[in-house]
């Protein structure tokens, strides 16, 4: 079973910038695929970024250009460096992973991110 823990989420200022963080509890080269989702308040969770085992990367074209998705391999990490925040971004956002040849999610319980001036 893999734990993920996320970190770094809270207030942003518009055009500003946040780090967000997702430890494993498990090396990611067991991981197939590590994404982050967001939820925001009477909305559908959706899809952020995601990394691939070998190093594919994919972002909703909402964030592409601002976020940038990354992992840690020696750390059991998984990051999204969150540049130019607008307004729109505020959400609850989780952490996701899927290990190799398996049909299992793990998800965490997520990191609030807040954009305000």
């Known amino acids: 079973q893999v734990q993920l823990v996320e970190s770094g989420g809270g207030l942003g200022q518009p055009g500003g910038s946040l780090r967000l963080s997702c430890a494993a509890s498990i090396t990611i080269t067991s991981i197939n695929a590590m994404g982050w989702y967001r939820q925001a308040p009477g909305k559908q969770r959706e899809l952020v970024a995601i990394?691939?085992?070998?190093?594919?990367?994919n972002y909703a074209d909402s964030v592409k250009g601002r976020f940038t998705i990354s992992r840690d391999n020696a750390k059991n990490t998984l990051y999204l460096q969150m540049n130019s925040l607008k307004p729109e971004d505020p959400a609850v956002y989780y952490c996701y992973a899927d290990l190799l040849r398996s049909p299992l999610e793990y998800w965490g319980h997520g990191t609030q991110v807040t954009v305000s001036s």
């Open positions: 990394i691939m085992s070998g190093g594919r990367t």
